[in-house]
């Protein structure tokens, strides 16, 4: 593997997008009130805790994640936009659909809840990826 290094505002941009995808994404405007639903919680037991350090925790998570990605992607050497949705897809498939898809399915989890957070993250990897990939 042969790495030409990363791009650091590209990650932080793409962090961000990640992260304000999921904001969108999970709020009662998009799938929020269906995710509520399905995990089978109330809104009040979902916002135990210091909604702060989950902010920062998403947030955080979001940069690593586009980190991760930036390295694949400065490793398979993909900088057009094609390339960089076609790793991105491949990654999030083979890692977080397939994972998230075994944990529900351990967990007897609704077909609800796993296709609202898979098609979330496909979205956001492949959002990352046209950030990252042609920045």
Do not use: H
């Not at 998009?30 to 919680?41: D, E, R």
């Not at 351990?106 to 990826?129: A, D, Q, S, T, W």
């Amino acid at each position: 593997m042969v790495s030409t290094g990363v791009n650091y505002w590209a990650i932080l941009v793409a962090g961000a997008a990640y992260f304000i995808l999921g904001a969108l994404w999970y709020s009662p405007v998009i799938f929020g009130k269906a995710w509520t639903q399905a995990v089978g919680k109330s809104k009040e037991e979902l916002q135990k805790g210091s909604s702060a350090l989950k902010m920062i925790w998403a947030f955080v998570g979001s940069l690593v994640i586009a980190y991760g990605l930036a390295r694949i992607l400065s490793w398979t050497g993909s900088y057009s936009l094609t390339d960089a949705v076609v790793v991105s897809l491949l990654a999030a498939i083979c890692f977080l659909v397939t994972v998230i898809g075994i944990s529900d399915s351990m967990e007897v989890r609704p077909m609800k809840l796993y296709l609202i957070n898979i098609f979330y993250n496909i979205i956001g990897f492949c959002i990352m990826g046209i950030i990252i990939g042609v920045w």
